[in-house]
């Protein structure tokens, strides 16, 4: 399984960014794709996640701001950032956690991360 990140970049803030992940490999349907992000001197932190039935969490500083989505068809997840502010800067990394049978072990994937700079 291979997971591919785009999106990344400077903006300013306020602005906006989409972030996407295409997975690619035996994607089972009974998985969880999400993003995380490490901000410098921080330790890597959950930002949202969305299951295949499209259910979502997201975390308290972002719920409001972005939008998760995803596409089953294209196994890719989207990852719609609005009103960016400086602390919003990180490596945001994108992960996918699936399972063969509602028995078996969840196994997670991660992309390489993108990096994401929030600055005027």
């Known amino acids: 399984v291979q997971l591919v990140e785009s999106g990344g970049g400077l903006v300013q803030p306020g602005g906006s960014l989409r972030l996407s992940c295409a997975a690619s490999?035996?994607?089972?349907?009974?998985?969880?794709m999400g993003w995380y992000r490490r901000a410098p001197g921080k330790q890597r932190e959950l930002v949202a996640t969305?299951?295949?039935?499209?259910?979502?969490v997201y975390a308290d500083d972002v719920r409001g701001r972005y939008t998760i989505t995803r596409d089953n068809a294209k196994n890719t997840v989207y990852l719609q950032m609005s009103s960016l502010k400086p602390e919003d800067t990180a490596v945001y990394y994108c992960?996918?956690?699936?399972?063969?049978?509602?028995?078996?072990?969840?196994?997670?994937?991660w992309g390489q991360g993108t990096q994401v700079t929030v600055s005027s």
């Open positions: 490999g035996i994607i089972y349907s009974d998985n969880i």
């Open positions: 969305i299951t295949w039935e499209t259910n979502t």
């Open positions: 992960e996918l956690k699936m399972r063969s049978g509602s028995g078996s072990p969840w196994v997670g994937y």
